[in-house]
């Protein structure tokens, strides 16, 4: 074999590994799912991803109440129209043969920085938690908008986020140490993969990182671009790296898993796998408050150039509480994700998230096939369709 010939490492997603039980269970009530990410504590390690199908005003403000947290995109339909409405129900009724077209049209009004204020400020008089986001280009800009509007914290998210950046055009690079030091709120810094890139980005003050490219249930960026790795993978391979950062500073950066977590199952492993918490998108969307309708689409689906996302059905089956909460209509882990990741420490014998990401893991191919003919064969349980 030479030398020079490339060699492949196999890579896992969550479909691909389970959760394997220790010596001991515990009473539900000795678990502690709560958590923390910069300044914010969290009763459940449970975010909304900043979609526009699935966070606005007060969808953020009821996740707040429910002991979860919602991020409202900057650069979304929020923030492009006073009226929001009859907009997003333009996306829900357009045909599938001309959604493309009609986002990329949709997505080209001006972002109006008087709406980003009015968001953030209607979210905090409410009491919610507010946390908004922007891509690095326009982080700088509407960062310090935002901060003065009185956001909790700002997350700067693309697709792939490096802490190095080449460009030619040195006026639309974002220093993020620097923007790291102004700035006077958190500011969460996604997406990675990779335990050189997780380090490097830590070093340069984020207080979060969000890991997964291309797992999404609406993301086409794995067909589009072929980047991505599979999120059990990349999970452990960050949480590696933040553990590493937090023994030679003593500053704990938590990682947050975002993509492909669809059931209550997929948190629990994600969290196995080393995350402080997940974000989630499609199991959010199809709650009967989400702004989508039963629709929902990622950030670069309007893309003017490359569209990287499709508008995807996900209908709309439960209430927001019901979903993370309960009581649970549905067997097939859509809902109670509180009480499910409750019950998941309790039947593994762990007590909090540190202890849930010390579990061992094992690959496991016929995790969602041994034994399950007749579910699939009905279409019930884990094989609804």
Same mark, same amino acid.
Request: charged residues 20%; aromatic residues 6%; glycine residues 8%.
């Given at each position: ?217 609406? /993301?086409? $960026?794995? @067909? #589009?671009?072929? +980047? ?11 949480? !590696? ?41 499609s199991p959010i969307a199809r709650s009967k408050e989400a702004p989508g309708k039963g629709f929902h689409w990622g950030m670069a689906t ?19 509480k019901q979903i993370l909460l309960g009581p649970s209509n549905s067997d097939d882990g859509s809902q109670n994700f509180y009480e499910a990741?409750?019950?998941? /420490?309790? $039947?593994? @014998? #762990?007590?909090? +998230? ?11 191919? !016929? ?19």
């Amino acid at each position: 074999m030479s030398e020079a010939e490339k060699k492949f490492e196999k890579a896992y997603g969550l479909n691909e590994v389970a959760l394997v039980p220790t010596n001991i269970t515990v009473d539900t009530s000795l678990v502690d799912i709560s958590t923390r990410l910069g300044n914010i504590n969290l009763k459940m390690p449970i975010i909304a991803s900043a979609m526009d199908s699935v966070v606005d005003v007060d969808t953020a403000v009821e996740l707040s109440e429910l002991g979860a947290m919602g991020i409202l995109n900057l650069e979304g339909i929020q923030t492009r129209y006073e009226d929001p409405k009859p907009i997003l129900k333009k996306i829900a009724t357009v045909d599938k043969a001309d959604y493309v077209q009609e986002m990329q049209a949709i997505y080209k009004a001006p972002i109006q920085e008087s709406l980003i204020s009015k968001r953030i400020k209607d979210i905090k008089k409410k009491k919610g938690i507010a946390v908004v986001s922007a891509t690095p280009q326009q982080a700088e800009k509407l960062g310090f908008i935002a901060q003065e509007a009185g956001a909790d914290a700002f997350l700067v998210q693309s697709t792939v986020v490096a802490a190095n950046f080449e460009t030619n055009k040195e006026n639309s690079k974002l220093n993020l140490g620097s923007f790291c030091k102004a700035m006077k709120i958190p500011v969460f810094v996604g997406n990675a993969t990779t335990y050189d890139v997780a380090l490097d980005l830590m070093k340069k003050g984020i207080q979060a990182l969000f890991i997964g490219i291309g797992p999404g249930a609406a /993301c086409t $960026t794995r @067909g #589009v671009l072929g +980047i991505g790795v599979p999120m059990a993978t990349a999970i452990a391979k960050t949480a !590696a790296a933040r553990d590493d950062y937090f023994s030679q500073t003593g500053v704990y950066v938590p990682i947050v898993a975002d993509g492909g977590i669809v059931n209550s199952g997929d948190i629990c492993k994600s969290i196995a796998c080393g995350a402080d918490a997940v974000m989630i998108g499609s199991p959010i969307a199809r709650s009967k408050e989400a702004p989508g309708k039963g629709f929902h689409w990622g950030m670069a689906t309007p893309n003017a150039l490359l569209p990287r996302g499709a508008r995807i059905a996900v209908g709309q089956v439960a209430t927001l509480k019901q979903i993370l909460l309960g009581p649970s209509n549905s067997d097939d882990g859509s809902q109670n994700f509180y009480e499910a990741l409750v019950t998941c /420490c309790a $039947t593994l @014998g #762990v007590k909090n +998230i540190k202890e849930l990401q010390k579990v061992d893991v094992i690959v496991a191919p !016929a995790l969602q096939t041994e034994g399950k003919i007749y579910q699939d064969l009905q279409h019930v349980g884990m094989k609804k369709k």
